[in-house]
């Protein structure tokens, strides 16, 4: 059981570890685009909605590349939107002053990174215990009445704008 639980939690660190990385580089070229980027529709990607893909992911998909896949795009969309929601709750007019002052989209994209970089770490590991305690759940008698649950209301707090 503890060999399980250590491969588990070593795949779960990789495929976080490589989602951030490229969450972070997405996140980087989005905010140097000068276009507003619309992140509502990544608004799926709440808690509730990742338990509920990982317990279903950890019980449907056999070990292997499509595992590695899955878990890899799911931990980067929901650190993607992690990461432009924090950069985009910064004041606009924080913005416009920075832009003003001489600095160009380059370095504003690195001073938001920056500046949420904590908030970035913590989605990191905020990731990290969902799926690690998604696992449990996946090997136990109900596991997919409790992750199509978790999916029901994750949609359901979606819906209602409670994320």
Not at 49 to 74: E, N
Not at 75 to 96: C, G, N, P, W
Not at 141 to 163: F, R, T
């Amino acid at each position: 059981m503890k060999k399980i639980m250590l491969d588990v939690t070593f795949f779960t660190l990789i495929t976080g570890a490589v989602g951030l990385l490229i969450s972070i580089a997405l996140a980087f070229l989005i905010v140097i685009s000068k276009t507003f980027f619309k992140y509502g529709t990544f608004r799926v990607f709440n808690e509730l909605i990742v338990l509920g893909l990982g317990i279903l992911g950890w019980y449907y998909i056999p070990k292997g590349i499509l595992q590695l896949f899955f878990f890899l795009i799911l931990s980067t969309l929901y650190q993607l939107y992690r990461i432009i929601r924090d950069i985009y709750s910064i004041d606009t007019r924080f913005r416009i002053l920075v832009l003003a002052l001489g600095k160009d989209r380059f370095e504003y994209a690195i001073f938001s990174i920056k500046r949420v970089s904590k908030r970035i770490i913590g989605s990191f590991f905020k990731y990290f215990a969902i799926l690690i305690a998604a696992y449990p759940i996946s090997q136990s008698l109900h596991a997919e009445i409790v992750g199509v649950i978790s999916l029901l209301v994750g949609v359901i707090l979606v819906l209602l704008k409670l994320d």
